[in-house]
C-alpha cells in the first residue's frame, strides 16, 4: 500500500511539474533553473565549508572574499592568494596562531617570492618593484581597515627583499 501512495505521490508532482512546464516562458523557465543552481550551489558550498571539504568551497571562498571588502583583486587573484595561503599553511609559515600578528621573517624561498608576485624568473628589477607596489595597493593594511591584512602586506614585501636580495645584488 504504501508503495502504490508514494506512486501516485510522485506521479502528482511530476504531473504539476510538467504542467507548470509547459505553460511557461522559456525565458522564466531560463531564470528559474538558473536561481535553483545558484541556491544549490552556494547550500552545497556551505555544507562542504561546514565538513571542511576547503577544495571543494572555492566558489563559497569567492563570495566570502567579495563580501570582506578587499579593494581591487579580481577572482584569479584571490585564487591566487588562496592557493598561496594553502601552500604556506601546510609548510607551517602560515598558521592559524600567525594570522595578524607580526613576526619575524618567514624564510620565503625564491621559488615562493615569485608565485607570490606573480612573476617568473628573469625579470627585471623594475617590474618585481611594480608588482610588489600594485599588490600592496590592494591589500595594505591603510587600504582595507575593515580586513587583516597585516600578515599578507608583511609576506609581500618579503617576498619583494628576497627577489632584490638574491637576483639583484
Known amino acids: 500500500m504504501n508503495l502504490f501512495l508514494i506512486g501516485i505521490i510522485i506521479f502528482v508532482i511530476v504531473y504539476l511539474f510538467l504542467n507548470w512546464f509547459a505553460s511557461t516562458s522559456s525565458k522564466k523557465i531560463a531564470t528559474t533553473i538558473k536561481k535553483i543552481v545558484v541556491y544549490l550551489s552556494l547550500i552545497l558550498a556551505a555544507l562542504l565549508t561546514i565538513g571542511g571539504k576547503y577544495i571543494f568551497s572555492l566558489p563559497f571562498l569567492f563570495v566570502i572574499l567579495s563580501g570582506l571588502k578587499i579593494k581591487g583583486l579580481t577572482a584569479i587573484q584571490m585564487l591566487q592568494l588562496w592557493r598561496l595561503i594553502q601552500f604556506l599553511k601546510n609548510s607551517g609559515r602560515f598558521?592559524?596562531?600567525?594570522?595578524?600578528k607580526s613576526q619575524g621573517s618567514s624564510s620565503v624561498t625564491t621559488d615562493e617570492a615569485y608565485k607570490l608576485l606573480g612573476l617568473k624568473k628573469g625579470v627585471s628589477k623594475e617590474e618585481v618593484l611594480r608588482?610588489?607596489?600594485?599588490?600592496?595597493?590592494?591589500?595594505h593594511p591603510d587600504m582595507n581597515r575593515e580586513v587583516k591584512t597585516e600578515r599578507l602586506s608583511q609576506l609581500v614585501n618579503e617576498a619583494k627583499e628576497k627577489i632584490i636580495k638574491t637576483d639583484f645584488s
Do not use: E, R
Open 95 to 100: 598558521s592559524q596562531g600567525q594570522f595578524g
Open 131 to 139: 608588482a610588489a607596489n600594485n599588490l600592496q595597493k590592494k591589500i
